[in-house]
């Protein structure tokens, strides 16, 4: 079993940046591919961003990309979303998500998911 736990959220104004943490309970937590998806009220949840284990590859949802970065450090279990350039729109609670090896952008292949971070933006 994996914990998974998202800070960071919180109200800051359209234009402005701000950084997700999530860290995960695990002893290898270089072999899961890490994801972040978010969900607005009303909406289905949906895609951020997702990085692989070793870090070296990434992938972005249309809407976020330019804007959005998407890291990790494997020698403290976190995975990082650095959001820039915030619009009304990004506003959510985001959700950080395990999964065993490649993963993907589809959220059913994530095992484990923490509780979610809200992110506010103000216009």
């Known amino acids: 079993q994996v914990q998974v736990v998202e800070s960071g959220g919180k109200l800051v104004q359209a234009g402005g940046s701000l950084r997700l943490s999530c860290a995960a309970s695990?002893?290898?937590?270089?072999?899961?591919?890490m994801g972040w998806f978010r969900q607005a009220p009303g909406k289905e949840r949906e895609f951020v961003a997702r990085?692989?284990?070793?870090?070296?590859?990434?992938d972005y949802a249309d809407s976020v990309k330019g804007r959005f970065t998407i890291s990790r450090d494997n020698g403290v279990n976190t995975v990082y979303l650095e959001m820039n350039s915030l619009k009304p729109e990004d506003a959510a609670v985001y959700y950080c998500?395990?999964?065993w090896g490649s993963g993907g952008v589809d959220e059913r292949v994530y095992t484990y998911w923490g509780q979610g971070t809200q992110v506010t933006v103000s216009s």
């Open positions: 998500a395990a999964a």
């Open positions: 695990t002893r290898t937590f270089g072999l899961y591919t």
């Open positions: 990085i692989h284990g070793s870090g070296g590859k990434t």
